[in-house]
RNA sequence: GCCCCCAUCGUCUAGCGGCCUAGGACACCGGCCUUUCACGCCGGCAGCACGGGUUCGAAUCCCGUUGGGGGUGCCA
C-alpha cells in the first residue's frame, strides 16, 4: 500500500457539482504529485443516491477532465456491514446509546477536539459544543458519519483534502476514529469554498453548478482544470496558462489560500480562448464538429471547405458554441439577414453604389484574396471612404452581419457566382426598400 | 442564537519580517496593428479592511474591532 493514499468522495445527488469537481481535481494533483494513490468512493449511503445514472454522471464528468483513479470504485451502499460492526463496537463500548431508534454517539462534555489543517493550521473545537450525533438512522442504515470514519480507516486513507463546509464535521470524524482505535490521525485539507457574485457558496438554484453545462457551452476539459486549479491556488512564477503535468509538479496543498474564490466566468472563458487557439486545425475542427451537426443546415457543410474555412474562425473563438454563428453563412441555404446590422449599414446613402460596383466587378475580376482585396480596395477609394467602412455594406450583403471572418478569404472560399448572387440579393432588398 | 472559518487591485492570485514607492492574470480604459471582429503589442486605472501591539524594520507575527462566509438534520 503507498504511503499516500487519498480519496473523493462525491454523494451522486445530481450532475457532478463544480466545487466538486475542483475538490477532485486538487486531491488528484496531491495524488498524482506524490506518487499516492486516489480512490473513488461513492458516497450513496442513502437509497435514493444509488441511482445508476447519477453515478454514470459522476464517472463521465471526471473522465471528461482526465481524473483518474486507482483501483476500482468503492460504494458505499455495498458496505453496510462493516458500518453496523462500527455501530455494534461503539454501543459494547459504552460510547454510543439508543435515542428513539436511532443510535447516537456519545460526545465527551469535557476537552477539546482538534487537528492541525493542512491549509488553515490549528482548528479547536470544545467538545461541549458538539452535540451527541446520529450514528445509525432508526431504520438501521448508517450515517454519513459513520461510512465516513470506517470507510477512511478501513480503506487505509492517510490524507483527506475536501471543502471547507465540512469542516464541522470533522471532530465528529475524529472522535468516531478515536472509538475505533485508529492507529494514526488523518491528514486534512480543508478547500476554501467556491463562491459567486454574491459571494455565497455556489448554489445549484441560482448558478450555473453543473459541470456538464460548460462542457456543453465548449469550454474545453484542459482549460476547465487549468481554470479550477487557479482557484485558491496560484504558481509562484506566474504564469497561470500551463499543462497539468506541470501543475501537478508545482502543486502544493500547504499552499492553497484559505479564503473563498469567486467562479470567474469571464476568465475561464478567456482560458479557454487561449487553449482553442492551442489547438490544431484538425483538433480544432474536430472540437466543434459536434455543435455544428446541431444547425440546421449541417447537411450542406462540405467537409474540405470547413477546413479551409475554420482557421479564419478558431482565433476568434473562445468557447465552442459561438463556432456555428461564424460559419453559417459558408453553408446555409435561405440566407439570413441580421436587422440591426442591415440597419446600421445599409442604410448609408454609399450603400447602394458600393454594392452595385462590387457586383459588377466581383464577376469578372481575377478569383483570389489579393485580387479580391484590390478590388474592394479600389471601390472604397473611389468612394473616398476607408477601406474599413466601404466593405461593412458588402459584407452585411454577403455574410448578413457586420462582423466575422476576414471578407476577402470568405468571398474566396465562397465562390463567384454565391457572393454576386448575395450582392444581387441585397441591392434588390435595398431597392425596394427605397422605394 | 451558538460553533467554526476567512480578510492583498472589481475578480483570481504572488508575497510566507527588510528584495514591496506590493508583482502577474482576467475585467475595464486608452493607443498601435488592421478589411469588420478578434488575436497580438504598448500604456493606464485600481489593493495590503480598521485599531492596537511585537520588532531597528510589518502586507507578512500577536491581540482586538469591523466586515464577509460556512455549519447548526435520523442530507451528505
Redesign the pocket.
Known amino acids: 500500500m503507498s504511503s499516500i493514499r487519498l480519496r473523493f468522495?462525491?454523494?451522486p445527488?445530481g450532475s457532478l457539482h463544480l466545487g466538486s469537481a475542483r475538490t477532485a481535481l486538487f486531491n488528484w494533483l496531491v495524488a498524482r504529485g506524490s506518487g499516492g494513490e486516489l480512490i473513488l468512493r461513492v458516497?450513496?449511503?442513502?437509497a435514493e443516491?444509488s441511482k445508476p445514472e447519477l453515478i454514470d454522471n459522476i464517472y463521465r464528468s471526471l473522465d471528461w477532465l482526465e481524473i483518474d483513479f486507482d483501483g476500482e470504485p468503492v460504494r458505499?451502499s455495498q458496505r453496510a456491514d462493516l458500518y453496523d460492526d462500527a455501530v455494534e463496537q461503539w454501543i459494547s463500548a459504552g460510547v454510543a446509546y439508543e435515542?428513539?431508534?436511532?443510535i447516537r454517539f456519545r460526545v465527551p462534555q469535557d476537552g477539546t477536539t482538534s487537528w492541525d489543517?493542512q491549509?488553515?493550521?490549528?482548528?479547536?473545537?470544545?467538545n461541549q459544543?458538539?452535540?451527541d450525533?446520529?450514528v445509525r438512522?432508526?431504520?438501521g442504515?448508517a450515517?454519513?458519519?459513520t461510512?465516513n470514519a470506517v470507510d477512511d480507516l478501513d480503506l487505509g486513507i492517510t490524507h483527506v483534502v475536501r471543502g471547507?463546509?465540512?469542516?464541522?464535521?470533522t471532530p465528529k470524524v475524529i472522535l468516531l476514529r478515536e472509538a475505533l482505535g485508529e492507529s494514526a490521525p488523518l491528514k486534512f485539507a480543508?478547500l476554501?469554498?467556491i463562491?459567486n457574485e454574491?459571494?455565497?457558496?455556489l448554489s445549484k438554484r441560482r448558478d450555473d453548478v453543473a459541470l456538464e453545462a460548460y462542457r456543453e457551452r465548449g469550454i474545453l476539459p484542459t482549460a476547465m482544470v487549468n481554470y479550477l486549479a487557479?482557484?485558491?491556488?496560484?504558481?509562484?512564477d506566474?504564469?497561470?496558462?500551463r499543462p497539468i503535468s506541470e501543475i501537478i509538479e508545482m502543486f502544493d496543498i500547504?499552499?492553497?489560500?484559505?479564503?473563498?474564490?469567486?467562479?470567474?466566468v469571464?476568465?475561464l472563458?478567456?482560458?479557454n480562448?487561449?487553449y482553442i487557439?492551442a489547438l490544431s486545425p484538425e483538433e480544432f475542427g474536430k472540437s466543434i464538429a459536434p455543435w455544428l451537426e446541431e444547425e440546421d443546415w449541417a447537411g450542406n457543410v462540405d467537409d474540405e471547405v470547413l477546413r479551409q474555412v475554420a482557421p479564419?474562425v478558431q482565433?476568434?473563438?473562445?468557447v465552442l458554441a459561438e463556432a456555428p454563428k461564424q460559419l453559417d453563412f459558408f453553408f446555409w441555404d435561405n440566407q439570413e439577414m441580421d436587422s440591426d446590422a442591415w440597419q446600421k449599414v445599409m442604410l448609408k446613402d454609399s450603400a447602394r453604389s458600393i454594392l452595385e460596383a462590387a457586383r459588377s466587378v466581383l464577376a469578372d475580376v481575377e478569383w483570389n484574396?489579393e485580387a479580391l482585396?484590390e478590388a474592394?480596395r479600389k471601390i472604397a477609394e473611389s468612394h473616398e471612404l476607408?477601406?474599413?467602412k466601404a466593405?461593412?455594406p458588402i459584407?452585411v450583403a454577403i455574410t448578413g452581419r457586420?462582423?466575422?471572418?476576414?471578407?476577402?478569404?470568405s468571398m474566396y472560399f465562397l465562390g463567384r457566382e454565391v457572393v454576386v448572387e448575395r450582392l444581387g440579393n441585397a441591392l434588390q432588398k435595398l431597392v425596394e426598400a427605397q422605394r
Request: hydrophobic letters at 40%.
Open positions: 468522495a462525491p454523494a445527488t458516497e450513496d449511503t442513502n443516491l458505499q435515542d428513539e431508534g436511532a489543517d491549509i488553515r493550521g490549528a482548528v479547536v473545537f470544545e459544543h458538539i452535540e450525533f446520529v438512522r432508526a431504520d442504515t450515517t454519513f458519519f461510512a471547507e463546509d465540512l469542516v464541522n464535521v480543508h476554501p469554498l463562491i454574491q459571494r455565497k457558496k487557479l482557484l485558491g491556488w496560484g504558481p509562484k506566474d504564469v497561470e496558462v500547504a499552499d492553497v489560500n484559505p479564503s473563498a474564490a469567486m467562479f470567474d469571464k476568465k472563458e478567456a482560458i480562448g487561449e487557439r479564419l482565433e476568434r473563438t473562445r484574396v482585396h474592394v476607408k477601406l474599413g466593405q461593412a459584407r457586420t462582423v466575422g471572418p476576414p471578407l476577402f478569404e
